[in-house]
């Protein structure tokens, strides 16, 4: 049963979902605390995780979600390879669906105003789920306390400031050109690890 229902949630983030891996977040967000799959700290770690990993982010954070879900199932590891393959298939099935679709008609309805008018509606949205996703991560990261839906004085009584440094660090980082290319994703990746393993693993920095 919780096979299915993991099929059908992912189907809906991917259906529903327009504009990639991040503005998928909200709504993954909602569905994982809302089943009660995992924590938002969690997600945040397995955000991290499948963001540093190779292939797509949304499709990596599907197939860890799919595997934490299913390995509590009770069929073990089987589970949770099972799990990771029904959320991964469940949430670019729809994605295949549409644009084998799309690209039949695309030459047809492309200059339709119509069609360009719900294009620029939904890019619009897109920009807004993508800002909301940064906002509620970062949020968490630097607030570890804090719940959106139950906002409190408690919420505010841890404040991360290491982790903040760290991305008031590596934003100009990634924007910085060195001989006219900028510094590439994964090495600033691989360089926020390193330091994350020396200031809380080593110095055993407490968050």
């Known amino acids: 049963m919780i096979y299915l229902v993991l099929f059908w949630e992912y189907f809906k983030v991917g259906l529903f979902t327009i504009g990639g891996g991040y503005a998928m977040l909200p709504l993954v967000t909602q569905i ?29 954070l599907a197939t860890f979600v799919g595997n934490t879900v299913g390995s ?10 099972l799990g990771s ?11 295949l669906i549409i644009i084998i679709v799309v690209t039949a008609l695309f030459n047809k309805i492309r200059y339709n105003k119509y069609v360009q008018g719900a294009l620029k509606g939904v890019k619009s949205v897109v920009v807004g789920l ?3 996703a940064v906002i509620t991560v970062a949020c968490k ?8 839906t ?5 919420g ?3 404040f991360n400031w290491i982790s903040l440094i760290i991305i008031l660090t590596f934003f100009p980082l ?34």
Do not use: Y
């Not at 139950?150 to 408690?154: A, I, P, R, T």
């Open 32 to 60: 994982v605390t809302r089943r009660n799959w995992m924590t938002e700290q969690q997600l945040i770690d397995f955000i991290g995780i499948a963001e540093s990993t190779p292939g797509p982010f949304a499709i990596n």
């Open 72 to 81: 509590a199932s009770g069929l073990g590891v089987f589970g949770g390879i």
């Open 85 to 95: 393959l029904v959320a991964t298939i469940a949430v670019v099935l729809p994605s």
């Open 130 to 132: 993508i800002l909301s």
């Open 141 to 148: 990261v630097v607030l570890p306390k804090l719940d959106f």
């Open 150 to 154: 139950n906002l409190s004085d408690e």
């Open 156 to 158: 505010f009584s841890q």
């Open 174 to 207: 990634s924007k910085i050109k060195v001989k006219g290319k900028k510094i590439h994703p994964i090495c600033l990746i691989l360089l926020s690890a390193v330091v994350g393993i020396v200031v809380f693993g080593v110095c055993n920095v407490q968050q």
